[in-house]
């Protein structure tokens, strides 16, 4: 039906461009000259950070432009509408939008703060990991704060030192970590070893949700290489259009779910929530019922699956699917199961319908019935993230 005044949208995967000051307002002195900074370059704005120069993606920051001026190469902050760096702007786009609520990713350290997993210097990238989470609970959810929905990185390298900042930032208000949703491809442990454990704990403790957004392990999925194509040394670039990536996407949360849900964490910990960010819900009824026919066949001489646990059942306690425009997912909504749907928004990325997000939301949710567009649009999300209406 259509979206009526009563449907307040709570976005679950939104995104924001961290401001020039981020880091060297936050920084002991002795520091920001290898911290993130802002420096102009070939007429372009891009990060430094430890001696590497990381450029701000011009597809990262598209809204507001139409889809023949978007591109991949860097921009400027002038070529960007305010609402991408600053919380005050957003909330007016969010107005324009029909947007009430949001949980923003980062940018600059990647969705899941891969840039300082990377890193050299771990004690570096430690204390930017702390002032990035302190910039956007203190400084971007403070503007607004029954608007934006408190998020955290966590120093991945480390989970004992991770499991402290869930404690340390969870007290500050956070309800979800962004995590990364392929650590192998981070040259981390799997999550069938024991290696997350405090991770897990952490969570467990404070109720933090794990929200897995695609790509925040640094995985890609579509490119074709031809490697004949390269010199020794050369760095080999895909042959496929960045289109093949982009359309498969969702293929990162598919690996992900079926991992977890074979991994063993969920029975040892019955309490963690994963939330499937910008993965879409269409595929969701398909991989489960092959899972569950793996399980039936399988199980038997595989010492590690669990004979008990159907993955399908363990699907519907402790995860969450999200999209942003997903006609055949919704169709299927039951199969999937409508008390586990989150809409997303994806400010200001190109896969948002901004700023005719709630025009878009109601096209789509065109033939559900009232009390499960309430679900989809705010209270799923609310109950995720325990983020309760504001007054």
Same mark, same amino acid.
């Given at each position: ?5 009563h ?13 020039p000051q ?20 070939n007429g ?58 949001a ?46 929905? /408190? ?5 991945? !390298?480390? &989970?004992?030192?991770? *499991?402290? @900042?869930?404690?340390? =930032? ?18 981390? /442990? ?5 290696? !997350?454990? &405090?991770?897990?704990? *952490?969570? @467990?403790?404070?109720? =933090? ?37 982009? =359309? ?29 960010a910008?993965?879409?819900?269409g ?26 646990s ?35 928004i ?34 799923n ?11």
């Amino acid at each position: 039906m259509p979206l009526q005044d009563h449907h307040q949208i709570v976005s679950v995967d939104d995104h924001l461009i961290e401001h020039p000051q981020v880091w060297q307002s936050r920084l002991p002195e002795r520091l920001k000259a290898r911290g993130p900074r802002i420096e102009e370059q070939n007429g372009k704005h891009v990060w430094h950070y430890d001696g590497t120069i990381f450029p701000t993606v011009g597809l990262n920051a598209v809204a507001g432009k139409p889809a023949e001026q978007w591109g991949m190469d860097p921009v400027r902050y002038e070529d960007m509408i305010p609402g991408c760096y600053d919380p005050a702007a957003r909330v007016k786009d969010m107005d324009l939008d029909g947007v009430q609520a949001a949980l923003c990713f980062p940018s600059f350290p990647g969705f899941g703060g891969g840039v300082f997993q990377r890193a050299a210097d771990k004690d570096l990238a430690l204390i930017c990991a702390q002032a990035w989470n302190d910039f956007y609970i203190d400084e971007w959810c403070a503007t607004a704060p029954d608007r934006f929905v /408190p998020l955290s990185i966590v120093p991945t !390298w480390d &989970p004992e030192l991770a *499991a402290k @900042e869930i404690l340390r =930032t969870a007290a500050k208000g956070s309800r979800t970590i962004s995590f990364p949703d392929a650590p192998v491809a981070l040259d981390l /442990p799997s999550f069938h070893s024991d290696h !997350w454990e &405090p991770v897990w704990n *952490a969570c @467990e403790e404070t109720g =933090t949700v794990l929200s897995l957004h695609f790509g925040s392990g640094s995985f890609v999925p579509g490119f074709s290489f031809a490697k004949s194509k390269a010199m020794p040394g050369e760095m080999v670039m895909p042959d496929a259009p960045f289109a093949v990536a982009i =359309t498969l996407f969702s293929t990162n949360l598919m690996w992900t779910l079926t991992d977890l849900l074979f991994s063993g964490v969920l029975q040892r910990h019955p309490k963690l929530q994963f939330s499937l960010a910008e993965g879409g819900i269409g595929w969701i009824p398909y991989i489960l019922e092959r899972a569950d026919f793996v399980w039936e066949r399988h199980r038997h001489y595989q010492h590690d699956i669990d004979f008990h646990s159907r993955p399908s059942d363990l699907y519907r306690e402790h995860f969450w699917g999200c999209f942003i425009d997903d006609e055949f997912g919704v169709k299927n909504r039951y199969d999937v199961g409508v008390d586990r749907i989150m809409l997303e928004i994806d400010f200001p990325h190109s896969d948002s319908n901004w700023p005719n997000s709630r025009k878009r939301a109601t096209e789509v949710l065109a033939d559900v019935p009232d009390d499960e567009v309430v679900k989809i649009t705010e209270t799923n999300a609310r109950t995720m993230l325990r983020f309760p209406r504001s007054s």
